[in-house]
């Protein structure tokens, strides 16, 4: 799966979980809980959504590495390509 | 960006024309010999020709129905008539035949003649010679009706205009013709569907059309001072109304205040009244109103004649009736 | 005859519109069933009914707006006969075998104009102004206009949305209360409506209950490795929350120091069932407070599954009227970035409130030595009327007890 269409599915699911702001927005180096306003219920749904659409299974000891755009992101393609 | 004169605007604007398209021609009185009634035309003869600067008798209606007949036959004829108290002669050509063709014919016959007309006060020629009768053509369905309020327009109207299957009437202000306003220099044809918001505010929609939208500009530049922040929204196109523009305006500041010369009864701004009642009717904080040209013959003394049209402290007085701050 | 009411789904809550019916005369209603759909300040409701029986007549049309304790139904109960029905507050029918008289009467008495002399004085209002005072369910005779010939516009508005009661904002997370400011675009109407019901309802609770106030931090070590190594054995979808932890202990807790799980009209009255209310902040602004009933009786994923379920659909202001009107007992928590703890409103007619603020390391003395651990101030406001002092300390305690031993949960 390329980055493209990872970072469009980010954006979608977060875009699901907080309507109201716009997630194309994000720097890379922004934390992308407190940029969108995300608490922890919602941050949960996120991982599950994520995890469910992307077919990859996140441990909560990996939570940290999900914190910003890019970590997101290298963590997943890291992820998918095994 | 250059400075140029409404009336050199409106003449590169023929003078484009006529390069562009060989089926266009201008036909009107002393629009050849004599340069212009208005020095509108000066010098285009000699560059073109008498088959393409073709001077006409005095006849209204016999030059108006043979535009349409050269329109009928597939030239592109500009018809200027003087000054539109005079196309009181030519209306019956205007709205039996160039409006109706198309409609009588089965939609087999388009008449794509552009009439272009001078209009307005301001040279103390009195009552029968100042006219603004932009709500009678703005009234009757098969034609276009447009009013040059800028130097862009009167730069780039006409060239759309030309491009039109049907009849299209440009009202140009004679007021106006040596008012000195800047144009970017490739400036061209502009759009002829659409109003546009000349200055964006947020306070009350001040919309207006022809010589009413510099005046609204310079109110607006007055009002900005006392912290009144005031959009103008220039119709541009009479018939058919850009609602679109104004009602989103509307939607916006809650207040409209529609200015015109025309006399206030049965006018363009008795139409875009009607539509915001109608179609923005929540969103408005405040009645509709409107400043117009007071209900009288034009009178001949120029304090007369200014006094009996909207100026721009009239309209700066009138705003700040309506927003009291 | 059961007359089923129109319910009071918070404590603030005057009126409601009923917007559908989902049963019709003739149905019948089991125990838990959904009888229509009610719009309040807090968006629409499902009203539920919890008997058995035959709904034989809507006392009350599709759109109309009545107050609460409103007969809005007769139910039959089963078993029961069919009885001649007596609609209790409607004026009565003229009876078949009724002089001639009286038909004419009461035929004429409706028709006749009001007794008033003078014209009712009609409100002049502009349209925006109107459509404004709507979305914030104001009354229009109170406010002075200053437009043309007297009318009220938007200005007038706006100066007496600017007069309201100023929020008491302690209880949910700042941050989404700030949100109001940077959006765009113009509030969406319930939660103009919603903000309104949350401040009437804190300012009663500060005007009417003596808060009193006690905090003690607790430390978490144990209960997040515990929810580590359950989280291992979990899918991602049951995945454990903190809050769900505090929702069971706090559950727990309650049933050791039973006075806390109470009402106070007039008196303490203790409640049987254990329902927990928590503070679901939307995401637009303001606060919804739903329930998880009989929390004591769940498994902690079971009341995981709950919130799952519950605080979507707060947020999608989707949620039934038996989960907002019957809490015992309310936990607010503030969660990462917030504030270290937070001191909760009582939402009466309840009597306390528990605060969990965030999870964070801090460094404790533990046995003679400094470490560091991650900890949680946890407060309580409770009622004075109800409780005191020692019978606070006495559940903090016992929420300590059982946070210190999650298994037990």
Same mark, same amino acid.
């Given at each position: ?82 | ?68 007949? %050269? $329109?009928?036959?597939?030239? *592109?004829?500009?018809?200027? =008539?003087?000054? @539109?108290?005079?196309?009181? !002669? ?128 310079? %109110? $607006?530049?007055?009002?900005? *001072?006392?912290?009144?922040? =005031?959009?103008? @929204?220039?119709?541009?196109? !009479? ?87 | ?409």
């Amino acid at each position: 799966m390329n980055e493209a269409t990872i970072k469009t599915t980010i954006f979608q699911l977060l875009k699901r979980i907080a309507p109201e702001n716009d997630p194309s927005t994000l720097m890379p180096d922004e934390n992308i809980r407190e940029a969108l306003n995300i608490d922890s219920f919602d941050a949960l749904q996120f991982i599950v959504a994520i995890s469910e659409k992307l077919n990859v299974d996140i441990p909560e000891e990996d939570y940290g590495k999900t914190a910003t755009l890019k970590s997101l992101m290298a963590y997943l393609q890291q992820k998918i390509k095994h | 960006m250059i400075t140029i004169t409404y009336r050199e605007a409106l003449k590169s604007a023929i003078r484009e024309s006529l390069q562009k398209d060989e089926r266009v021609f201008l036909m009107g009185e002393d629009v050849g010999h004599y340069g212009g009634a208005f020095a509108v035309s000066k010098g285009l003869l000699k560059e073109f020709g008498p088959e393409r600067i073709m001077d006409v008798p005095l006849s209204e209606s016999g030059f108006t129905g043979a535009g349409i007949g %050269a $329109a009928l036959a597939g030239m *592109r004829p500009i018809v200027e =008539i003087m000054t @539109v108290n005079f196309s009181l !002669l030519a209306m019956d050509q205007i709205f039996n035949n160039a409006a109706t063709l198309l409609h009588m014919s089965g939609g087999q016959l388009n008449v794509p003649v552009v009439i272009r007309m001078g209009c307005g006060i301001g040279r103390q020629l009195a009552a029968q010679h100042s006219h603004s009768w932009e709500p009678f053509y703005a009234h009757v369905p098969g034609i276009h009706v447009l009013s040059v309020g800028t130097h862009e327009d009167a730069r780039g109207m006409l060239l759309s205009a030309l491009q039109s299957p049907d009849p299209v009437i440009i009202f140009e202000y004679t007021s106006m013709l040596n008012l000195e306003g800047e144009i970017p220099e490739d400036a061209g044809a502009v759009d002829i569907r659409k109003a546009k918001v000349r200055r964006e505010g947020k306070d009350l929609s001040l919309i207006t059309y022809g010589t009413g939208v510099y005046k609204a500009m310079e %109110a $607006a530049e007055i009002l900005a *001072r006392d912290g009144m922040d =005031i959009e103008v @929204v220039d119709l541009r196109v !009479l018939r058919p109304l850009d609602e679109e523009t104004f009602l989103a305006s509307v939607a916006k500041t809650h207040r409209a205040l529609i200015v015109e010369d025309a006399w206030k009864s049965v006018s363009i701004s008795s139409e875009v009244s009607s539509r915001i009642m109608e179609k923005a009717f929540f969103e408005l904080d405040l009645p509709v109103e409107r400043l117009c040209g007071v209900e009288v013959s034009i009178p001949y003394p120029k304090h007369l004649e200014d006094a009996s049209v909207p100026q721009v402290q009239d309209i700066v007085d009138r705003v700040r009736k309506i927003l009291k701050p | 005859m059961i007359s089923f009411k129109m319910p009071s789904l918070g404590a603030d809550m005057e009126d409601g519109t009923l917007v559908e019916w989902r049963k019709q005369p003739g149905d019948l209603l089991q125990r838990g069933d959904i009888l229509a759909d009610v719009d309040t300040q807090k968006g629409l409701i499902e009203i539920e009914f919890f008997g058995e029986g035959v709904l034989e007549k809507q006392l009350v049309e599709e759109g109309q707006k009545v107050p609460v304790g409103t007969v809005l139904a007769l139910i039959r109960p089963v078993g029961a006969e069919a009885e001649q029905v007596v609609p209790p507050a409607a004026a009565p029918e003229p009876k078949k075998e009724a002089i001639p008289m009286e038909p004419i009467l009461q035929e004429e008495k409706p028709a006749s104009p009001p007794v008033a002399t003078e014209k009712t004085k009609r409100i002049k209002i502009s349209p925006l102004a109107r459509k404004m005072a709507e979305m914030h369910q104001m009354d229009i005779s109170q406010i002075k206009g200053t437009g043309p010939e007297g009318a009220i516009v938007k200005a007038d508005i706006e100066k007496r949305l600017a007069e309201i009661v100023p929020e008491k904002e302690v209880v949910e997370k700042p941050r989404e209360v700030l949100q109001q400011a940077p959006v765009q675009q113009a509030a969406i109407p319930e939660s103009e409506a919603i903000r309104k019901a949350v401040a009437a309802a804190m300012s009663r609770s500060n005007q009417d209950i003596p808060h009193y106030y006690l905090e003690k931090r607790m430390d978490m070590s144990k209960a997040l490795a515990w929810l580590k190594e359950a989280n291992k054995e979990r899918s991602v979808q049951q995945r454990l929350l903190p809050v769900a932890l505090f929702i069971k202990a706090v559950a727990k807790a309650l049933d050791d120091v039973p006075d806390l799980n109470a009402v106070w009209e007039n008196g303490l009255q203790r409640k049987n069932e254990i329902n927990i209310g928590f503070v679901v902040s939307l995401r637009t602004g303001g606060i919804m407070v739903p329930a998880i009933l009989n929390a004591d009786t769940l498994s902690m994923d079971a009341v995981m599954a709950c919130l799952n379920d519950i605080i979507p659909r707060a947020r999608a202001f989707k949620l039934r009227s038996s989960e907002l009107s019957q809490s015992t007992f309310t936990i607010t928590s503030i969660g990462e970035g917030g504030g270290d703890k937070v001191f909760g409103v009582i939402y009466p007619p309840q009597v306390g409130i528990v605060g969990f603020g965030e999870i964070r390391d801090e460094a404790v003395v533990h046995e003679g030595m400094i470490g560091i651990k991650p900890v949680v101030d946890v407060t309580l406001a409770a009622d004075h009327r109800a409780t005191d002092g020692l019978i606070g300390g006495k559940f903090l305690a016992a929420l300590n007890k059982y946070l210190q031993n999650p298994a037990s949960l």
